[in-house]
């Protein structure tokens, strides 16, 4: 994902230093960057440094560094901010002991769940997508290669719709537009191809005027919804070029001369995800012929 991200300053053009400077106000004093409340938050900490990396911004290591040594080895984070302390120690480029590797991916296979997969909460009978996308993330960043990656598999799989999308749960009529996406990427990681059909549901969810919805009742598109469908049609190998412009405009539309994005038409603020989920979104788009 970081790859393609760093390629959106091709379509950001003049605006990308107000991008820059937006993503480094919402660094607070000590090192966290700011959640929607000016908080520092370790989840909003991740996209703030992802954000400036895509930018090839210099990071505020030492002032981040200590904001993330409060975490300790991470016994007090339950299991999405696991995955967000493994990531941002990564953004940082600060090599972890032994010791607090095992310890973090302790913590990450106390969430294997009984089907094989990854679940946010302990004991659980099944795994989610968004779990075992945040799992694998976790032993990347940390230098490991994920135990069992057929277990993941068969617990991704069982979450296939009906309609070739991917769901929260087994045995749905249809899924969601992130969850899918997290599948797809998950699976392709792991050697496995979701079938064709899976790509034409998400081409199927792009609003006529650009953007993705997050399922087929959704009424209006999201950022978020749009980076991650971008970037699992991209796995897929599914040719995205008649979406460009549209999709651009669509971007677009969500950006504010502050320098950040909202997240849909109805939103009222910004902040660093929706931002990097901008940026991820438009490398992709970059990839595309005009």
């Given amino acids: ?60 290591v030492d002032r981040t560094a ?78 490991r290669e994920v135990p069992d990656p057929e277990g993941i598999v068969a617990s991704v799989q069982a979450l296939r719709a009906a309609d070739g999308s991917y769901g929260h749960f087994r045995g749905l009529a249809t899924g969601i537009t992130t969850v899918t996406a997290a599948a797809v990427t998950v699976l392709r990681h792991l050697g496995e191809t979701p079938e064709r059909d899976t790509g034409m549901w998400l081409l199927d969810r792009c609003h006529a005027n650009g953007g993705f919805f997050a399922s087929p009742s959704t009424p209006v598109p999201d950022l978020l919804s749009t980076a991650t469908a971008l970037h699992a049609l991209s796995a897929l190998h599914v040719p995205i070029a008649g979406l460009r412009e549209p999709c651009l405009d669509f971007v677009d539309s969500l950006w504010t001369n502050r320098g950040g994005f909202f997240g849909t038409w109805a939103d009222d603020d910004v902040d660093c995800e929706y931002t990097y989920y901008a940026l991820l979104a438009l490398g992709h788009l970059s990839l595309q012929p005009s």
């Fill in 1 to 60: 994902m970081l790859q393609v991200a760093r390629l959106a300053p091709t379509e950001l053009g003049e605006s990308r230093d107000l991008v820059a400077a937006f993503l480094r106000d919402r660094i607070n004093p000590d090192g966290g960057f700011q959640d929607r409340s000016s908080e520092s938050d370790l989840y909003y900490t991740v996209f703030g440094l992802d954000g400036l990396i895509a930018l090839q911004e210099e990071l505020p």
């Fill in 66 to 143: 200590s904001y993330l040594e409060k975490f300790g080895d991470g016994q007090r984070l339950d299991f999405v901010h696991l995955g967000c302390l493994a990531r941002a120690w990564a953004a940082l480029r600060r090599p972890r002991s032994p010791e607090f590797i095992e310890a973090m991916l302790s913590r990450i296979e106390a969430h294997r769940s009984e089907d094989g997969g990854y679940a946010t909460t302990r004991r659980s009978r099944q795994g989610s997508a968004y779990a075992a996308f945040i799992a694998l993330g976790a032993y990347q960043d940390l230098g």
